[in-house]
Structures are given as C-alpha cells and as structure tokens.
C-alpha cells in the first residue's frame, strides 16, 4: 500500500519516538536524524544494542526495551535487521513505524517489512527520507521532495 | 570561576564539532564550559552564565536567504532576556554567510544588549584567527 500524506502527518503529531540504529558517530544520518527530532522538540530516544548510551542519553538494546514506550519508530537499520525490528515493534505496541529511505539504496525498507506491519496493523510509512517532510530542511531535502513531486513519486 | 554555555544546532556535526572546539578553547582559557545542542538545553541555564556563545549552520539557498533555521529560532523564542553574560554568535557555512548574522540578532531583538563576537567557519575547526577572535571577546572589558 502506498504511502500517504495522512500517515506522514500523523507520524509528526506524535510527540514520543524511537529512532532504532543510532549510531555513535555526530556525523552519521541516523544520528542526525535522532538529534533534528530532539532539536525540533520530540521527546527521542535512541535504540541501538551495541551500545548503552549516546552523547551521554540511554540507549535501549531494543524498542520493547523502552520505558515509558514510545508511539512510533523511525527505522535506520541496515535492512538485513529490519524484519526483525518491526517484530520488536509489533511486540512493543508500536503503531506507527517509519521505514527510511534516502537518495539511492534500500534504506531500511524490505518487503516482508513493510507487509508484516500492513499484516499486524501498524501505521507504516515506508521509503521517504524523514526530512523531506520536516519544515525548513536544507535546501537539498527540498530539492530531494521536489523531485519526488516530479516523478510522480511524492504521497498524496 | 567564570562560567560559559555554548548552545549550538547543528544539521549535519560540522557546527557542532565547531562548537566542541569553541567550548574546548574557552575551557583552556580558564572559564568552565559547557557544550550543548539547542535540543538538549534548558534555556534559563543562560541566565546565569557569564559567556553565551550561540551557534547555527548557515541555513537557505546556496547564496541567498541565509538564516538560522527553525530548531534554533524556537530556542531563541524560548530563551530569557540575557542581562549579565557576554554574548557572540557562531556559523558554519559553505559559501557565503550573507544575511545569517543579521537574521540571527534580529531573532535575538532585545534579549541581548550587544553581540561582542560573531564568529564563521567553513570547517569544523578553529583557525589561529578565530582563537585570537575568541580571546579578544573573552577578555574585553
């Protein structure tokens, strides 16, 4: 099913989120995915089981590690780990979960993925990058939109 | 001891390695620094610094519009009226800084009395002429 403006704005209004596979390194996406959520105000946490905190915050091995739980997961795992996370999410009570997908590769998404979460009720945006849809990202985030908008590729 | 908050947001970790040198060089300078993203920082600890350097990457397109970006104005918003500390700004940026430090005093309006350093980088790094930029703000009468 394809990914709709609906699921994306819902995934924003929430105010509690997980991102799972931070890295240690400031310099990595998925770090700075986790810190634009905490800079934009979500109450983030980082879920990554190789280590036991990040910039000095608590790390959780896993998402039904988490407490209090969290409404929704963006996933920034190397997609080999994916099936597994989003059956740690179901297993948390996830609802919502973001499978990210930036210029070129796989991302995190995998088809048995995304088809767990339509199979098992969870909310699933799968294949955009986070920040196409943040206000004010960098121009190369927009520029990234509009050419989705373009190739018909963009969510309505 | 004299105390400074370096408050920095950041969008890919060059501007926050920069403020990571900026705190480093600050604690060599004797005072107690700390070292934090606008995410992270609770602003009325501003309140009671004797240095607060803020710091954002050079936001807009290419060449024009440049500014700080939403996070950091919303923690300007945030922030109590610095009446006490010694007050500079930071950026990063790739070509040009343009109207950024303008935009960034005019989101600070009247919360500070007076900007005594405004500090840019193309890098993550400080230049001897930064730290002498640096030095002469810190020790200012």
Redesign the interface.
């Known amino acids: 099913m394809a990914t709709t403006l609906r699921q994306i704005n819902d995934f924003w209004a929430m105010k509690r989120l997980a991102v799972v596979g931070v890295s240690r390194d ?2 990595s996406f998925s ?2 995915i986790w ?2 959520l ?4 979500y109450d983030v946490v980082a879920v990554n089981p190789k280590a036991q905190e990040i910039d000095g915050k608590p790390c959780y091995p896993r998402v039904q590690d988490v407490d209090p739980p969290v409404d929704g997961v963006v996933v920034m795992t190397p997609p080999a780990v994916t099936d597994q996370v989003v059956q740690d999410c179901a297993a948390a009570g996830v609802a919502h979960v973001w499978l990210h997908r930036g210029l070129g590769g796989s991302g995190s998404v995998t088809p048995g993925a995304v088809e767990f979460c339509e199979t098992h009720g969870i909310d699933v945006v799968a294949g955009f990058c986070p920040y196409m849809f943040l ?2 990202s ?2 190369f985030h927009s520029f990234h939109r509009v050419a989705k908008r373009l190739t018909g590729s963009y969510p309505h | 001891m004299r105390t400074a908050i370096v408050v920095y947001r950041s969008q890919t970790g060059t501007t926050r390695a920069l403020a990571e040198a900026i705190g480093d060089h600050v604690r060599a300078r004797g005072l107690a620094a700390t070292v934090v993203s606008v995410g992270d920082c609770d602003p009325s600890t501003l309140e009671g610094a004797d240095v607060v350097l803020l710091g954002c990457w050079t936001g807009g397109f290419m060449i024009v519009a440049q500014g700080p970006d939403q996070p950091w104005r919303m923690f300007v918003r945030r922030m109590p009226a610095i009446r006490h500390a010694r007050v500079g700004l930071f950026t990063t940026y790739k070509l040009a800084t343009g109207s950024m430090f303008p935009r960034m005093r005019r989101e600070l309006g009247d919360k500070v009395e007076a900007i005594g350093l405004e500090l840019k980088s193309r890098t993550d790094r400080l230049t001897p002429s930064h730290r002498l930029d640096l030095d002469r703000f810190l020790d200012a009468p």
């Not at chain 1, 905490?38 to 105000?41: E, K, L």
């Open positions: 400031p310099k770090h700075a810190q634009e905490r800079d934009r105000g206000p004010e960098p121009f």
